[in-house]
């Protein structure tokens, strides 16, 4: 069972290393110019990274993302694995989210639904200055938890750290492809909010070699690096001493990471072993002020459980993940509608065994 959390962890990293969307004209629906002529002259490479880059200091945006999932169990007779096929058929994600991070601390706004036997399941999700709140498909109480300790430090991770980290893992990814790999259409096409923009179209496709260098290295330089280990520690021993618990030392935090590691490079081949990547293809849309407002894509993987004692052999498994964002109102005005909590409508995460930000 561990090794099959740990491959279809390493298949999630992978898909959301790709999903990012961020930047776009202020409109959110018309192109602002007939493209700036280095848009025109960049490699599909520098283009991309340019555009991800910039999207970064985008200060405000909403954003429209839609995700399909499809398992295929196979002839897998495992009862678990029936089941879980059972419920995850027609699976789909719609999520509108809203983002201001003009302060020290972003202000966010989710609301979507999942959709999951037939059945559709909604979700809201909030973030100000001070605090999350949550409310989860089958409880009417928003789950509320602080982003800040108790000396009123934020408990959340550093945005110029976290786009340094981000851009480092692109770089990983952008090393993986040929030329040929990654490639330039001009004058495309997006419609966002019913509106036709025009976008040069960034396509890649990566095979399973490639899926897999990437993940390797990409794994290793998030949490090999000192900006990502220093926050970790803060956060660790933050969430340590507000919810009552031991604080940990900075030696202790930095040897369960370092043993994180070496697990994951002792165990890396035999564990890339138990899965294939039949499809990895990206497609981003980047407008005339090189900023990315679309983005869609597909992985197809085939994992393939560990024979389990009684086994005469492991049954594939199957899963497709389509994907599509959109991004508008960039920069604009956005209006952050935060619910107003009480006690009888809410409940402190800490009150459900130390869940926190």
Same mark, same amino acid.
């Given at each position: 069972?561990?090794?099959?959390?740990?491959?279809?962890?390493?298949?999630?990293?992978?898909?959301?290393?790709?999903?990012?969307?961020?930047?776009?004209?202020?409109?959110?629906?018309?192109?602002?110019?007939?493209?700036?002529?280095?848009?025109?002259?960049?490699?599909?490479?520098?283009?991309?990274?340019?555009?991800?880059?910039?999207?970064?200091?985008?200060?405000?945006?909403?954003?429209?993302?839609?995700?399909?999932?499809?398992?295929?169990?196979?002839?897998?007779?495992?009862?678990?694995?029936?089941?879980?096929?059972?419920?995850?058929?027609?699976?789909?994600?719609?999520?509108?989210?809203?983002?201001?991070?003009?302060?020290?601390?972003?202000?966010?706004?989710?609301?979507?639904?999942?959709?999951?036997?037939?059945?559709?399941?909604?979700?809201?999700?909030?973030?100000?200055?001070?605090?999350?709140?949550?409310?989860?498909?089958?409880?009417?109480?928003?789950?509320?938890?602080?982003?800040?300790?108790?000396?009123?430090?934020?408990?959340?991770?550093?945005?110029?750290?976290?786009?340094?980290?981000?851009?480092?893992?692109?770089?990983?990814?952008?090393?993986?492809?040929?030329?040929?790999?990654?490639?330039?259409?001009?004058?495309?096409?997006?419609?966002?909010?019913?509106?036709?923009?025009?976008? =040069?179209?960034? &396509? *890649?496709?990566? @095979?399973? !070699?490639?899926?897999?260098?990437? /993940?390797?290295?990409?794994?290793?330089?998030?949490m090999t690096d000192e900006s990502v280990r220093d926050m970790i520690v803060v956060q660790s021993q933050k969430q340590a001493k507000a919810f009552g618990g031991e604080e940990p030392t900075k030696e202790e935090i930095l040897a369960d990471l370092d043993e994180s590691v070496k697990n994951i490079e002792e165990g890396w081949d035999e564990a890339v072993k138990l899965f294939t990547v039949n499809t990895l293809e990206m497609s981003y849309g980047i407008d005339s002020n090189t900023?990315?407002?679309?983005?869609?894509?597909?992985?197809?993987?085939?994992?393939?459980?560990?024979?389990?004692?009684?086994?005469?052999?492991?049954?594939?498994?199957?899963?497709?993940?389509?994907?599509?964002? =959109?991004?508008? &109102? *960039?920069?604009? @005005?956005? !209006?952050?509608?935060?619910?107003? /909590?009480?006690?009888?409508?809410?409940?402190?995460?800490?009150?459900?065994?130390?869940?926190?930000?």
């Open positions: 069972m561990k090794k099959k959390l740990f491959v279809l962890g390493l298949i999630a990293v992978m898909l959301f290393s790709f999903t990012a969307c961020g930047g776009g004209d202020a409109d959110g629906g018309s192109e602002s110019g007939s493209g700036k002529p280095a848009v025109k002259k960049m490699t599909a490479k520098d283009l991309l990274r340019t555009a991800i880059e910039n999207s970064m200091e985008v200060k405000s945006a909403e954003q429209d993302l839609h995700m399909d999932l499809a398992l295929d169990v196979g002839e897998n007779e495992d009862p678990n694995m029936q089941m879980m096929a059972s419920m995850l058929q027609e699976v789909g994600l719609d999520l509108h989210s809203k983002m201001d991070s003009s302060g020290e601390i972003p202000n966010m706004q989710m609301t979507g639904s999942v959709k999951m036997s037939g059945m559709s399941y909604e979700f809201e999700m909030y973030m100000n200055q001070e605090k999350v709140a949550m409310k989860m498909p089958m409880n009417p109480k928003y789950l509320v938890s602080s982003v800040v300790d108790e000396e009123g430090q934020s408990m959340t991770l550093d945005q110029e750290k976290a786009k340094e980290i981000t851009l480092k893992v692109m770089d990983i990814m952008l090393e993986q492809l040929s030329d040929d790999q990654i490639t330039k259409e001009k004058d495309a096409e997006v419609t966002i909010n019913e509106e036709t923009v025009k976008v =040069t179209k960034i &396509n *890649i496709a990566m @095979d399973d !070699t490639q899926a897999k260098a990437f /993940l390797k290295k990409a794994i290793k330089a998030v900023q990315i407002i679309s983005s869609d894509g597909t992985v197809d993987v085939t994992v393939i459980p560990p024979v389990e004692e009684g086994q005469e052999e492991s049954k594939p498994i199957n899963a497709k993940v389509n994907f599509n964002a =959109t991004s508008s &109102n *960039i920069n604009g @005005d956005i !209006t952050i509608e935060f619910p107003e /909590l009480t006690e009888e409508n809410s409940q402190d995460v800490s009150e459900m065994g130390g869940m926190g930000m």
